[in-house]
């Protein structure tokens, strides 16, 4: 096996468990996995209006954000790779502390209208203006499986910032909130790499939630085993589930565990699953603008 270059050990070990080639994984990286973004990719960035972001605190804690366009552009591509992401209010969400902390940002380019969705990570920083400086060291697309098909009109005008609030453990309300849910996002830390941030979703219910341990099921996807091989190093986990309608945001982290024998009558079509004991929960407000239903998506598992 060639020394991984692309891949850390974690996801390595994770894709010679599943049977999948990492020296096959690794040729196709030395191609794919690449900073700049080509001409096809900027019009994709620059349209998107919604993503989701992964950064990491000074413990090194991860975690997720949603980014939603304003009126104006939410990206602008400023080089091959370098995006300009538009200032977003302190509203209690961890992204903008944590950027001035430890610099270090993942995103994931979502366009659920077109079940379009790219993974990219790097380092960024807070200008002046309020704007987020993103410097890309890897850019790659990913498989348009188990996403909501939704169009958004964003909002036009900045809402006036909510209070947030903190806690150790999961309400009532974000337990309703998480079990009604069919897109969260997961964001994880890998030194070398940097925050990864990935998308999950399923038919409302797919995740199940008992007190503060969140179920994650983790259906087949595209065999590179980021999330899972990243809590192999460093079993904190960070999701994060939108309220598209109200706005209202959970963020949660903790310490994940990893089940390769899922109950099939719970957790249906899942190859795995994601056990997340939350121990700290931050609930902020996003202005999420209008979102319209249009599909769900024909890769998810019927629930029973």
């Known amino acids: 096996m060639v020394k991984p270059r692309f891949f850390h050990p974690g996801e390595v070990e994770v894709q010679v468990a599943s049977a999948s080639d990492p020296v096959l994984y690794e040729q196709w990286a030395a191609r794919s996995l690449l900073p700049d973004l080509n001409d096809s990719e900027v019009r994709f960035v620059q349209g998107c209006t919604f993503a989701a972001a992964a950064t990491v605190d000074e413990n090194g804690t991860p975690w997720a954000s949603p980014l939603l366009a304003i009126g104006a552009r939410l990206f602008t591509v400023e080089a091959s790779s370098v995006v300009a992401i538009a200032g977003h209010p302190d509203n209690g969400d961890p992204l903008l502390g944590n950027l001035n902390r430890t610099g270090q940002l993942g995103v994931l380019f979502f366009d659920p209208s077109r079940r379009r969705r790219a993974k990219s990570m790097g380092t960024a920083e807070v200008r002046a203006t309020g704007e987020i400086c993103y410097s890309l060291t890897r850019n790659f697309g990913l498989c348009p499986k188990y996403i909501h098909?939704?169009?958004?009109e964003p909002a036009t005008d900045p809402a006036e910032p909510s209070a947030a609030t903190s806690a150790t453990s999961l309400s009532a309300a974000d337990c309703v909130q998480l079990s009604r849910t069919d897109t969260v996002f997961l964001a994880s830390f890998y030194p070398d790499h940097g925050a990864d941030v990935t998308h999950r979703g399923g038919s409302p219910g797919f995740l199940k939630v008992d007190g503060s341990?969140?179920?994650?099921?983790?259906?087949?996807?595209?065999g590179m085993f980021?999330?899972?091989?990243?809590?192999?190093a460093d079993p904190r986990l960070a999701l994060t589930d939108v309220d598209l309608f109200t706005g209202r945001t959970i963020h949660t982290t903790g310490s994940a565990t990893v089940s390769d024998h899922p109950d099939p009558?719970?957790?249906p079509g899942a190859n795995r699953v994601i056990q997340l004991e939350?121990?700290?929960?931050?609930?902020?407000?996003?202005n999420v603008g209008t979102w319209t239903n249009l599909e769900a998506s024909p890769h998810n598992p019927p629930l029973a």
């Open 149 to 152: 098909k939704r169009s958004h």
């Open 226 to 232: 980021n999330t899972l091989g990243n809590l192999r």
């Open 213 to 222: 341990s969140i179920e994650i099921p983790d259906y087949v996807g595209n």
């Open 278 to 286: 939350v121990d700290q929960v931050v609930v902020s407000h996003a």
């Open 265 to 267: 009558v719970r957790h």
